[in-house]
């Protein structure tokens, strides 16, 4: 009775240490959401079970190791034991209630990160290789950041125009697959401003070559800062539309282009925009092509024709623009320069 009694001890003493120190090393990041207030006080009942597992095994490992260990002259064997029935039992019996009573705390937490507010704003968001992008259909506009006001519930309903993705964002916990040929629901709650420290979206799919870099800003924002940052982009959007550039831009921004293709001229997942119209380009077959009308707009309906060397790797979808859209398009692209 005595080791029963000791190893007791040690495995309450063991699973408080284990528990701190897990608590203390910050596993997760900042809490961001309602919704992640269900999960995170669920991740919490599960830090203390597996605190207490752990020290269930390694506990009775090392104090059988150090106490029962064959001394110096012992020749004999252990006690032989054919088995403990009533143990067997109750270590079946007990972790299935456990795992029930999890399963029942799991469905609970999905329920509550589910929660329907009837006034929430909904988002339609766009992803592919390898960017996402925002419309914002009440407000009559597309963003590629995702701003949200602080303490209101939106529903963003997903989509992809390739392969699967999925949009996580650390702060809120929840994390949704995005699947072509479908509609996907993702409903959040932002709780904290992100003042000049954007959370960021990520894709948390593995969906191709430059799947690492398919990040977009998400912006936290009081009300009324939301209120005049929408404003702003509506008559940015009434304005594009009555210039050839203009339109050309939003089509960029609302299909993802320029999650792949700079225009500052930094380095992309493909070739930058910036000073591109006219630029002699070198290919991967070592040819030399000059960067025209008719070079962009078959680059855009037949990605695959010319390829510029460096981004052999990369993947482009074709696009189905109407000739006008595709003239759009290259009317932005001569205003980088």
Partial sequence: MRHFVIVAILVIAMTF?????????????VQASAQAVSIDW??????????????LIVVPMFYSLIV???RKGETGDGEHMEGNTTLEVTWTIIPLFIVLAFAYLGAY??????RLDPGAMVINVTAQQFAFSFEYPELGFVSDELYLAVDKQVVLKMTSRDVIHSFWVPEFRIKQDIVPGRVTEYRITPTLLTDEQPFKVRCAELCGASHAYMLSDVRVVTQEDFD????????????????????????SVANGCLGCHTVDGAAGTGPTWFNLYGRQEQLADGTVVIADDAYIHESIVDPQAKIVAGFESVFMPAYDFTDEQIADIIAYIKTLE
């Fill in 68 to 70: 029962f260990r064959r």
């Fill in 17 to 29: 240490l284990a528990y701190f120190g897990l608590v203390a090393s910050d596993l997760m990041p």
């Fill in 109 to 114: 937490s999905l329920g509550e990160t589910r």
């Fill in 228 to 251: 005049v940052w929408a404003a702003a982009r509506q008559e940015e959007a009434a304005a594009a539309a009555q210039t050839p550039e203009g339109r050309g831009q939003a089509l």
């Fill in 42 to 55: 669920l991740w919490n009942l599960e830090l203390m079970m597996i605190s207490f597992l752990f020290a």
